[in-house]
């Protein structure tokens, strides 16, 4: 079992920057790829950034050169650094971890809220 609790989200203007984090707690070896997720309003839940355990990273076209994700091992918290946001970025953020390795190893936190104004 794994929880995940998200934090950082807000209202911030075009432009601008916002770091999301992820707590994570649980068992910590039950998935080896860490990654975060946005739904805007109307829209399904689309990938944002994933990480796996090995270091590979992975970003959706619209988010490439804009957003790092990151792990701190020390403090088990998984990061979303946004930076040059703009209104298409607005949407609730949510933390997943999963195992490829086993399809029910599938977490998610309860999401956090970003909007970017014009």
């Known amino acids: 079992q794994v929880t995940l609790v998200e934090s950082g989200g807000g209202l911030v203007q075009a432009g601008g920057s916002l770091r999301l984090s992820c707590a994570v707690s649980g068992n910590l070896f039950s998935f080896n790829v860490m990654g975060w997720y946005r739904q805007a309003p109307g829209k399904e839940r689309e990938l944002v950034a994933e990480?796996?355990?090995?270091?590979?990273?992975n970003y959706s076209d619209s988010v490439k050169g804009r957003f790092t994700i990151s792990r701190d091992t020390a403090k088990n918290t998984i990061l979303l650094l946004m930076n040059n946001l703009t209104p298409e970025d607005t949407g609730v953020y949510y933390c997943?971890?999963?195992?490829?390795?086993?399809?029910?190893?599938?977490?998610w936190g309860q999401g956090t809220q970003v909007t970017v104004s014009s």
């Open positions: 997943n971890t999963r195992a490829t390795w086993l399809q029910s190893n599938d977490y």
């Open positions: 990480m796996r355990t090995s270091g590979r990273t």
